[in-house]
C-alpha cells in the first residue's frame, strides 16, 4: 500500500504522552528550519545586490531589498529571539555544569527520525538538527535540575512506556505511485536516464500526502500494520540511494527509493534514565519548556527592549 494514511494511523498509535512530545519536536523541526530562513536573510543582506529584481510582474520589479525588509518584518522578531534562546541555553548550561552526552543526542535523533520522520526536513543538515537537540536537552536539564523524581516512579513510567525506548528497524522512504504497471515502468526508465525522483513524484504520483513533499513518505517498519508484507519486503532489499522495480498495491504500483536505513534499538532503564526524570519532571512542573526564565541571569539585551527580557 502506499502511506496517505500514515499521518492519521500515528496519532492512534501514539499515546497522549508522546503525542505532547511530538508536538515539542514539530516546534523543534519549524524552529530548525527558522534558522534557514535566518541564514538566507543573513548571507544576502549586506553582499550590495538588494538592487537586485528577485521577481517582475509586467514592468514592475521586486527588489530583493523589499523581499528581505520584508522577511525582517514577518519572521526578525522570532527569528531573533531563537538565536537568542541557543546562546542563553549553551550559557546556562555552562554555568550550571550541565553536559549532554553525543549517546544521548543520538539516541534522540533516532527516535526523533523514526517516530516523526516525514516531518524530518531534508532542507537542513543532520548537524543543525543534533544541535537542536542537544540545546533542548540542556533546557530540560535546566528546567528540572531542582526536580526530585523517584526511581520507583522512573522505573514504573519505563515499565508503563516500553514501547517509546524499543525502536524497530525503520526504512526512510520516498515513493511514486502511479494508476498503471506501464506508467511505473516509463518512470523508472526516466529515472535511469537521470531525472529527479521527487520532480517525478510532484509530478504524476497519486498519492497527494506523499507527492507533495517530493514523494517523501518518512520512515516505515514492521511495526507498522499499515504496510503491506510484500512492499516492506522489496524495501529491505534496497541499497541506500536505490529505488525498486514497480510495486504493486491497492492504489496501483508504486516506485520506492531507500534513504537511508535506521538498525532497531531496545534501549535499557539505564540507558533512557535521564530522559524519563526529565519528562515526569516536566509533567509535574507543568511549565514551558522555554529558555526565557535564564535571559535575566545571561544578561540579554536585544532590538526589542529590555521589558521582554522579563
Known sequence: MCLSGVSEAL????????????????????????????????????????????????????????????????????TLNELIDQKVIENAGKKYGINISDQAVDRELKMV?????????????????RRQIKNNLILEELLTKDVAVSEEEMKQYYEQNS???????????????????????????????????????????????????????????????????DFLKQVKNLKQGEWSKAIKTEEGYAVVKLHEHLKGESYSYKEVKNLIRRQIALEQMDVPVSAKPFWKET??????GEEEVQ
Not at 34 to 40: D, G
Not at 169 to 197: M, N, P
Open 163 to 229: 514501547s517509546q525506548f524499543n525502536v524497530p528497524d525503520s526504512y526512510r522512504i520516498s515513493q511514486i505511485v502511479v494508476k498503471t504497471k506501464e506508467e511505473a515502468e516509463q518512470t523508472l526508465k526516466e529515472l535511469e536516464q537521470g531525472s529527479s525522483f521527487s520532480v517525478l513524484a510532484m509530478e504524476r504520483s497519486i498519492d497527494e500526502f506523499t507527492a507533495n513533499q517530493g514523494g517523501n513518505a518518512g520512515y516505515i517498519s514492521e511495526d507498522d500494520e499499515h504496510i503491506a508484507e
Open 11 to 78: 496519532t492512534l498509535f501514539l499515546g497522549e504522552e508522546q503525542l505532547e512530545k511530538k508536538h515539542l519536536w514539530m516546534v523543534i523541526a519549524g524552529l530548525v528550519l527558522l534558522n534557514c530562513v535566518t541564514l538566507a536573510f543573513l548571507l544576502f543582506r549586506d553582499d550590495g545586490s538588494n538592487g537586485e529584481a528577485v521577481a517582475k510582474v509586467g514592468k514592475d520589479k521586486i527588489t530583493r531589498q523589499e523581499w528581505l525588509s520584508e522577511m525582517e518584518v514577518r519572521y526578525g522578531k522570532s
Open 113 to 129: 527520525k523514526t517516530m516523526y520522520g516525514s516531518d524530518f526536513s531534508e532542507q537542513t543538515t543532520e548537524d543543525k538538527w
Open 299 to 304: 544578561d540579554v539585551e536585544w532590538f526589542y
